[in-house]
């Protein structure tokens, strides 16, 4: 449904991207992870059309981006980071005016109106003035705005980064919702909120792709084993932990107050070990867990390796 | 025609944001108070305390040439600052708030984009200086005589031409520019220049601003016809649009 290849995008001496090869199935909801000014925005840009490459070909739902661009409108749904709007406009008016350039006839411009206004939570602002509304009303109104053609593809820039917490927990779960009724590409570098819907990721990092897999797939092969340990102070807590560092079956220790975490190659002897050192050098401890590994764990790992 | 629906929002939107409200207020208020201007300044100057014997049995009774000059020197100066004032946020402003990279994501084409832009000012323009001339054809028929009315017409066509190539020549800049401040340095440097090149004898003949002698002319009769100022001021349009076309086609959002 988009394929990327060897995308270079290049702003005077800056490079934006670097030999960029994506390749997202259709049906897919695939996170597109990376730290800021990896190049997320800049891909996301090409792919709708706004921004050109420098080199290299994509293609967005079978339509080549050199091709027309209204082609490519109909297919595809966009969210920027921060959507922008009429603000003399109502958010009815604005999916009204949207509808009726995507060719929507009246009633399928009505119904879509309420029924999208209904999804994102805005149905009791529908005719107040967008020039009032938040940025978390924004980023809503904009994902809206996105799905009123009932796209194939759906362009999601860090759709979440303005919302509180019980907003992005609704917008996460509407994107979710989405799985199977369109492909969706959705640009964050919030871990938790790629590791919470996608099942498909890609971690791109200066510009390239270092890894893309399914998800359970890169947790199975690129996620240690981690154990988090909190201490009771947390003197005791370094002390032990640059104990652990000389240890064989110890790949990082990091410390943040009272708690350690520990990435270990081998989970046995971690098991074995871990509480028998606590012991020996008298760490009274507060907790012990064998945590799943993160997403993140498995992001700050391929990116450090990537920047080594 | 998806033109047709951008057309209809930007019309929407220069009557929601005052703009429309603004021209026509601004134009409309100047056409009715230039045939008065023009019948009140003699006796406003007769009035003058300590003016020299002799001096107010100088000043001439106001005519129907004095309401014409009058209203087409107004137009001239209030029509043109508006249209720079109301094109040079047109396309800056959208790209700076980020409106145009969200709506050309949807099926807009870059030139229906600028094309509605353009003709949505066309007809707050068009429509302004109609409510002018009728407040100028009446209070110069309530002051002096009725205005020939073919003339009068055709004066208005030509001075709503003139604006129309002010208002694209600022469209271009703001296409240009990367914000409004930027966009309205551009336009007023066009501005002078096209000010410039109208004051020089031999090329006068062919700017925009001979369009309005040519007006005043047809109405209070003798001057020749200004056909070069016309084909050049529509040259001046297409070429402007056409630009600025070209310029946006390219540009990343």
Not at chain 1, 41 to 65: E, H, K, N, Q
Not at chain 2, 187 to 202: D, E, K, N, Q, T
């Amino acid at each position: 449904m988009i394929r990327v290849e060897n995308l270079h995008k290049y702003y005077g001496a800056v490079r934006a991207l670097d030999g960029l090869d994506m390749i997202v199935e259709p049906g897919v909801l695939y996170g597109f992870l990376g730290p800021n000014g990896a190049g997320k925005t800049t891909t996301l840009r090409i792919l709708t059309g706004l921004a050109r490459p420098t080199s290299g070909r994509a293609s967005v739902a079978g339509v080549d981006l050199t091709t027309d661009g209204r082609r490519l409108a109909r297919r595809i749904g966009y969210l920027p980071e921060a959507p922008a709007f009429y603000p003399w406009m109502t958010p009815r008016e604005f999916l009204d005016y949207l509808g009726r350039l995507h060719g929507l006839s009246a009633a399928q411009r009505a119904a879509r109106t309420r029924e999208l206004l209904d999804l994102v939570h805005l149905a009791e602002v529908g005719g107040r003035r967008i020039g009032g509304f938040s940025r978390g009303m924004r980023q809503r109104l904009g994902l809206a705005a996105a799905l009123i053609h009932d796209p194939d593809v759906l362009l999601l820039d860090e759709p979440v980064s303005a919302l509180d917490p019980l907003g992005r927990k609704e917008m996460l779960e509407t994107i979710e919702d989405l799985r199977g009724r369109c492909t969706v590409l959705m640009s964050s570098h919030i871990l938790a909120d790629v590791e919470r819907v996608c099942n498909v990721v890609g971690i791109i990092h200066r510009g390239r792709m270092v890894l893309q897999a399914r998800r359970e797939e890169l947790m199975e092969r690129y996620a240690q084993p981690v154990f988090e340990v909190e201490a009771a102070d947390p003197a005791s807590a370094q002390r032990w932990a640059d104990h652990l560092r000389g240890q064989p079956w110890v790949v990082a220790v990091s410390v943040e107050g009272t708690a350690a975490r520990l990435t270990v190659r081998d989970p046995a002897a971690a098991r074995r070990e871990i509480l028998a050192s606590a012991v020996a050098q008298g760490i009274e401890l507060r907790r012990y867990e064998e945590a799943r590994p993160s997403l993140e764990d498995v992001f700050l790992q391929l990116t450090n390796r990537e920047a080594t | 025609m998806n033109f047709l629906i951008v057309l209809r929002k930007e019309l929407m939107e220069q009557g929601r944001t005052w703009r429309f409200l603004i021209v026509a207020a601004v134009l409309a208020l100047f056409g009715l108070a230039s045939p008065l201007l023009a019948k009140l300044t003699p006796d406003l100057l007769k009035s003058i305390p300590d003016m020299p014997p002799g001096l107010a049995e100088m000043i001439p009774p106001p005519t129907l040439t004095d309401a014409v000059v009058q209203y087409v020197k107004n137009m001239n100066q209030f029509g043109i600052l508006l249209a720079l004032l109301m094109s040079m946020g047109a396309v800056a402003q959208e790209k700076e708030r980020g409106t145009a990279a969200m709506m050309l994501t949807h099926p807009v084409s870059r030139l229906v984009f600028l094309l509605a832009k353009f003709t949505a000012l066309a007809v707050v323009f068009a429509v302004s200086l109609g409510l002018a001339a009728v407040g100028c054809w009446y209070y110069t028929l309530l002051l002096f005589e009725a205005l020939p009315w073919g003339p009068f017409l055709a004066l208005n066509g030509l001075m709503l031409l003139a604006f129309l190539v002010y208002v694209a020549a600022t469209l271009l800049c703001s296409t240009l520019a990367r914000s409004q401040g930027a966009a309205a340095g551009l336009a007023f440097a066009v501005l002078l220049l096209l000010g410039g090149i109208g004051s020089l004898p031999r090329l006068r003949e062919y700017m925009p601003g001979r369009l309005f002698e040519w007006g005043s002319d047809l109405v209070l009769g003798g001057g020749d016809p200004a056909w070069p100022a016309l084909w050049v001021s529509l040259g001046l349009i297409a070429a402007a649009l056409t630009a600025a076309w070209l310029i946006f086609r390219r540009q990343e959002l």
